[in-house]
């Protein structure tokens, strides 16, 4: 499975963007994505994930960023989105998507749990 990131940008604190990870070479339906976020200096951090199409498709997010992010995605297109909201500078980071299988709802946070992971975008949230 080879992924995608894109959609990153410029913009001021308080304001939207979507990000996108499209998939190519798999069936993407069967794959738990998850969004991951490494700023300057500082580890990489699970920013939320979605399930499989097979395992419900639930999502699981973070304190940081819960109420604000919202991940969804189309199997149809091979993509999942992660719409962030009311950003902050803190919010400033590389976004990766990354995606695995056959995992249970409390392993989506965990980084070692994915086998394929997209060149990542970068989001900038100016003050």
């Known amino acids: 499975v080879q992924l995608q990131a894109y959609g990153g940008g410029l913009v001021q604190a308080g304001d939207s963007l979507k990000l996108s990870c499209s998939a190519s070479?798999?069936?993407?339906?069967?794959?738990?994505v998850g969004w991951f976020r490494q700023a300057p200096g500082k580890e990489r951090e699970f920013v939320g994930g979605?399930?499989?199409?097979?395992?419900?498709?639930?999502?699981v997010y973070p304190d940081a960023v819960k109420g604000r992010f919202t991940i969804s995605r189309d199997n149809a297109k091979n993509t999942v989105y992660l719409q962030m909201n009311s950003l902050k500078p803190e919010d400033t980071a590389v976004y990766y998507c990354?995606?695995?299988?056959?995992?249970?709802?409390?392993?989506?946070?965990?980084?070692?749990?994915?086998?394929?992971w997209g060149q990542g975008t970068q989001v900038t949230v100016s003050s």
């Open positions: 990354a995606a695995g299988q056959n995992m249970i709802l409390s392993s989506v946070a965990y980084q070692n749990r994915y086998t394929y």
């Open positions: 070479g798999g069936t993407f339906g069967t794959y738990t």
């Open positions: 979605i399930r499989s199409r097979q395992s419900g498709g639930r999502t």
